[in-house]
């Protein structure tokens, strides 16, 4: 049997997810008047992630691979990071609930 990122039973996979999840968690951590209901969390995942360009990788150590090089890539570090703080902006703004 084939093992896949995070035990999901997938042929491929947006490492993107994984890579703004993390990071999104990690700057809310500095956001200590905001809403962090799971829907609002949800609403800052996916604004964020439809303002990322997709990575599709079909292993796990493609998955690695790709993480690495958005860690070690400061300019795709930097994007990303005003990516995911403008959804929070923006979410946090106009929650919908």
């Known amino acids: 049997m084939c093992s896949t ?16 999840s993390s990071l999104l968690n990690k700057l809310l951590e500095d ?7 799971e829907k609002c969390i949800n ?3 996916a604004l964020s992630l439809n303002n990322v360009k997709p990575h599709y990788v079909t ?13 070690v890539n400061p300019q795709e ?8 703080m403008q959804a929070i902006e923006k979410v946090s703004s106009n929650p919908h609930h």
């Open 5 to 20: 990122l995070n035990s999901r039973n997938l042929g491929v996979f947006n490492v993107a997810e994984i890579i703004v």
């Open 31 to 37: 956001y200590k008047d905001i809403c962090k209901c």
């Open 43 to 45: 609403d800052m995942l």
């Open 59 to 71: 292993s796990d150590s493609g998955a690695v691979y790709a993480k690495v090089a958005f860690q």
């Open 77 to 84: 570090l930097a994007t990303l990071t005003c990516t995911v």
